[in-house]
């Protein structure tokens, strides 16, 4: 009987990878022939789950597939790095350790940086080009005094200040980063602060006038334009030019208010021409997940495959592992919110069937020899 199963799983396998691998050679015709890359900027997604770690069910329900790369401002859950369970989750929605995948750390994220950078596989700033484009990520909780103070300074103040006093030929500088600096001390900026996070409104000192925005003019005047977006928490969209060519901005996103309310900037870029657009999209009309009909990908073990599939009409996921080694694994499933509602021990080549009483994401997690997968699936 195992056999059977076992040359069911594989045939059914085989069928799914061969739909996935026309699927990836009509992207890669689609992205070979489409001159227009999308970038999707996130900014604080987190909810006030502080027990089960979540981000906003916008944001959750997102199809981040369809952008070329994913800027994330901080904060993604309320204590991101509590541990493995909660980095697993935003690493499931984000892929964080995609290079194509930069994140900026909020003072939420924190609690463990260790784990922060196990799960990116980069610091916490870094800088990043791609098409053209060059990415400043910064941290601004690393040289910072609770809610008093924040600076950017030593060794990443001199990352700034190389790229700025070397950047030519990109068609722009792009930073991201948390707090939003440049609004303390700045007189047109002041009647805003009310409108965002307390670890932005109650900074007294901030050297981002003093030692930052110099920079960003060297960038400006040798004609790349400098963008600067902001992840912290805003009840509005902000947008602001003090010179030609220098932009900031930050855009509405806070759990108290609606999908329709709340916003991610969605940038696009023409390839050939390099130029640069973007604009503020509502959760609510941003195009989300599909129903996901099965995943198939490897998992940290090498000859392995991780298998998932929904059947919509009769309500049902399927879950298992094909492995040449014969250690069995630990399958869980976790509803949107938190909730285990399966945990069962499963072999090599055994599917299991796991009734799902409602709609929505849904978590699955394979443990086995050391190591956890966890992906999100969708059951319409």
């Not at 001390?185 to 805003?192: A, M, R, S, Y």
């Not at 932005?200 to 901030?206: A, E, G, N, W």
């Not at 941003?286 to 998932?308: C, G, R, W």
Request: aromatic share 8%; charged share 20%.
């Amino acid at each position: 009987m195992t056999g059977l199963i076992m040359e069911c799983l594989m045939e059914k396998m085989k069928k799914n990878l061969l739909i996935l691998t026309i699927l990836s050679i009509g992207f890669v015709v689609s992205a070979q022939s489409d001159s227009l890359a999308k970038y999707i900027f996130v900014p604080h997604p987190r909810s006030e789950d502080r027990v089960n770690q979540t981000v906003l069910s916008g944001i959750e329900a997102i199809n981040f597939a369809i952008y070329d790369m994913i800027l994330l401002g901080g904060d993604l859950t309320y204590y991101t790095s509590i541990d493995r369970t909660s980095m697993d989750y935003c690493d499931s929605l984000f892929d964080l350790g995609s290079p194509n995948t930069l994140w900026a750390m909020g003072n939420h994220d924190l609690t463990n940086r260790n784990l922060v950078e196990e799960y990116t596989g980069r610091p916490s700033f870094y800088s990043y080009s791609r098409d053209n484009i060059t990415f400043l990520v910064l941290d601004t909780e690393l040289d910072a005094k609770g809610f008093t103070s924040s600076h950017i300074s030593g060794d990443q103040l001199e990352m700034v200040r190389q790229v700025c006093d070397t950047i030519a030929r990109s068609d722009y500088l792009v930073l991201l980063h948390g707090r939003l600096l440049w609004m303390i001390g700045n007189d047109d900026l002041t009647q805003k602060l009310d409108s965002v996070a307390e670890s932005t409104k109650q900074l007294d000192t901030s050297n981002f006038y003093a030692a930052m925005y110099p920079l960003l003019q060297l960038a400006k005047n040798r004609g790349v334009p400098v963008l600067c977006l902001g992840g912290d928490k805003s009840k509005i969209n902000i947008v602001y030019s003090p010179e030609d060519s220098i932009t900031f901005i930050a855009s509405t996103m806070a759990p108290e208010y609606t999908d329709t309310v709340n916003d991610v900037v969605i940038l696009s870029q023409d390839i050939h021409t390099g130029q640069l657009s973007w604009e503020f999209v509502p959760l609510s009309v941003v195009e989300k997940n599909p129903p996901v009909p099965s995943v198939i990908e490897a998992t940290h073990l090498p000859d392995e495959q991780f298998i998932l599939s929904v059947d919509p009409e009769q309500s049902v996921l399927e879950a298992g592992f094909y492995s040449y080694l014969p250690a069995p694994g630990l399958l869980t499933v976790y509803s949107l919110s938190g909730q285990c509602i399966y945990s069962e021990s499963a072999r090599p080549g055994e599917t299991k069937t796991i009734a799902i009483r409602e709609r929505g994401l849904y978590l699955v997690r394979l443990s086995r020899c050391g190591y956890t997968i966890c992906r999100k699936i969708v059951v319409p």
